[in-house]
């Protein structure tokens, strides 16, 4: 007899992938062929994907960063993220149909996961009555791969918070490295606000991008930096990097989101986040009032001669105040194209990636500008009128409900956590949420990897904490 039991070292699985690497590495070498050496090489990979899927989890992280995108036909892609995505999609599917009956379903009657499946089956609804059902229907199914990655495997993969970490380190590294690349690249031209979007090749579409990742993830490598407590100085520089490389990607947005941070931490220091959205709210309905009463935005048309693309920061800033800023009054001539375009169709919308089919028949020519024949089909660039554009009314209202109740739900989570390491989280979490709202007042960036993920994982963090507090007081009791 053997000296160890072989089906304690090994599982059946792992005898079919020996046996498998024998056979075609065997078939290889007789048929002097490259074709069983590919099989071979792609065996590995899944075989990895079924006997620890963790670890294409923590890919799919790494590749947040510096993923790029990718024309397949008329199909566009996220590489390598999303094709990671659909393995996802296809492992949480088998593992529903194999643990069915164990499902702890709290997660999902959590509010927030309902406000979003909510959410999600209002999109199919207004699929149904698109103008581009075709696109509508991709835009849902592309939303489900991404409900399932960042919103429901984290219930299944993050137990602790040591897993959390091992995530964010994870995207860290490749964060770091393609940061590093570029302000080198960056620098050898100077610096320049013409070079920028020159240098983030291929990780990056453009400067908005690179800046939004950054912002977004910056309050997580705060909380690396309270947490590993060796290795501060280091963490340090790499703060300095973020600060600097979202100072050279010349990107306002940006700039307001990490000047907002230390207001967002007194808002949920002093427990104001109620007052902060009731003034949000009353300051939005007055703006939206004004810009409707008498036509009062048709006053904002700009002069096309002067209204150009400026390739020195310092003018584009003076530009924007002048409102001759030519990505600022784009936005505008969009905007104005959106107020008709709800006007015709309030309650159902165009359905989702219903805008640019659709927004040219609703233009004012007199806000046009030398960018707008829009070859790069982008959108509206405000991702709040996209969803009241592309849902109507309710699916506006949905989402605004959604944001609304995750950072007044994030203000109570934050009060009952009584662990320092998990508050400091928390924090971190809505400074990272609340810059991806100011984001999309002027981008609609939900819909990219590199923002929308964060989007639904800070969510599902947040879920995972209140759970977890909920359960802790049941065990301590009255």
Known sequence: ????????????????VILSWIVLGGLSILLENYLPIILLFSIFPIYLFFANPFIFYCLLFFFI??????????????FPTEPIMWLMLGFAFLWVLKNHSNINTNYIRHPITLLILLHISWILFTCFFSTVPLLSLKFFVAKIWYIVS????????????????????????????SLIIILIRHGAQGFSFESINFVLNPFFRNHVTFASILVVFFPFLIYLFFHFKKYRFLLGICLACFVFGIYVSYTRAAYICLLSMPFTWIMYKWKL?????????I???????????????????????????????????QATYNMEDISTMERLYRWVAGIQ???DRPFLGFGPNGFY????????????????????????????????????????IIFLALVFY????????????????????????????????????INDLLESDKVGSWFLFIIAILIKIDLSNHRLAKLLGP
């Open 283 to 317: 300051l939005s309905s007055y703006g939206i009032y004004t810009t409707y009463k008498n036509n009062s935005y048709l006053n904002l048309a700009p002069d096309f001669n002067k209204t150009i693309t400026h390739k020195d920061f310092d003018k584009l800033i």
């Open 406 to 441: 995750v950072l007044i739900s994030g203000q109570r989570i934050y009060n009952e956590t009584k662990e320092s390491d998990t508050k400091m989280l928390i924090v971190c979490c809505i400074l990272s949420f609340v810059s991806i709202l100011l984001l999309l007042l």
């Open 341 to 343: 375009m709800v006007q």
């Open 273 to 281: 986040t109620k007052y902060v959205l009731i003034l949000v709210i």
């Open 1 to 16: 007899m053997l000296p160890i039991n072989i089906s304690k070292v090994f599982s059946k699985l792992d005898f079919v």
């Open 357 to 396: 089919p659709n927004y040219k028949n609703y233009t004012v020519k007199s806000f046009r500008t030398y960018v707008s024949d829009n070859p790069e089909k982008s959108g509206v660039h405000c991702y709040y009128f996209m969803v009241f554009i592309e849902q109507g009314i309710f699916g506006f």
């Open 150 to 177: 960042f919103l429901l495997l984290p219930w299944l993969f993050i137990q602790n918070l040591n897993t959390f970490r091992t995530l964010i380190l994870v995207c860290f590294s490749s964060l770091i490295f």
């Open 65 to 78: 960063p510096v993923s790029t995108e990718l024309e397949l036909g008329s199909l566009g892609t996220d």
